[in-house]
């Protein structure tokens, strides 16, 4: 790709003979991104980068989507653990979060477990995927003694309220019927009944943090679904259902 092109000159900005260099629309590129994990792989992170002839710097940040554990853990020189989870179409993944240099607090990155880039090359479809990885992350980070969390949930494949999460905790979900519903969007339609008795005791000791850089609520037309439903595969005359 030619990085150069993303760069767009304004003239006489921010006064008469400076011309200013918009990398905005660079740092948004995917590929950019990639190619700086790349690079990133290959050195010691340093403080900051900074280019011949630059007047500004780049920092490493995250927005709670795409690469936050590793951001996260870089900076306060943490810790990458593994473990196996179930992905957002139920197969099972190797799932990486991430412990700070605090060795309090744990980072879990919905996107690396639940994620759409787990998804590549896939046709969409929603009403099959589930947290339910999520939970089972939570529960291994439970296992290594962090009660802290910090869960970035921006780049997520499921639309199911965080219900298979819940099932993977313990909690028993069931219809109006006293039967114990499906994973994914199908089973959050049913629900009627939630109970709690037997969920995951440290889960109640437990604090956590969400990192996502939007304040949509969670229904209505400027809703979790509505907003974010289409990119996930949720047609438009779905919409309205889902939410509900």
């Excluded at 790349?38 to 900051?48: H, I, K, R, T």
């Excluded at 007047?55 to 996260?72: N, S, Y």
């Excluded at 992905?87 to 607090?105: E, F, Q, V």
């Excluded at 290594?144 to 979900?173: C, E, P, W």
Aim: aromatic content about 8%; charged content about 20%; proline content about 3%.
């Amino acid at each position: 790709m030619n990085y150069k092109s993303l760069i767009n000159d304004v003239e006489n900005f921010p006064i008469d003979g400076i011309n200013f260099k918009d990398i905005s629309p660079l740092l948004a590129s995917n590929k950019f991104a990639d190619a700086i994990s790349e690079m990133g792989s290959l050195v010691e992170v340093p403080d900051f980068w900074v280019g011949i002839e630059s007047r500004g710097f780049i920092f490493p940040i995250a927005d709670g989507g795409d690469d936050t554990l590793e951001t996260l853990v870089e900076i306060t020189n943490g810790k990458i653990y593994k473990t196996i989870a179930t992905g957002p179409d139920r197969k099972k993944i190797t799932a990486n979060w991430g412990a700070l240099g605090d060795k309090k607090t744990a980072v879990i990155e919905m996107a690396k477990i639940s994620g759409l880039a787990l998804l590549k090359n896939k046709e969409l479809n929603p009403f099959l995927y589930t947290s339910y990885g999520m939970g089972e992350v939570i529960k291994n980070c439970l296992d290594h003694g962090y009660r802290k969390f910090i869960i970035g949930i921006g780049g997520s494949a499921t639309n199911d309220g965080g219900l298979g999460m819940a099932q993977a905790l313990g909690a028993v979900l069931k219809d109006q019927n006293g039967n114990i519903i499906n994973k994914g969007i199908f089973g959050l339609g049913n629900l009627h009944e939630i109970n709690t008795e037997n969920m995951d005791s440290r889960i109640g000791e437990s604090v956590f943090q969400i990192a996502c850089d939007v304040n949509n609520p969670l229904y209505g037309f400027d809703g979790a679904t509505y907003v974010f439903g289409p990119q996930k595969g949720i047609k438009n005359d779905q919409l309205e259902t889902r939410s509900e």
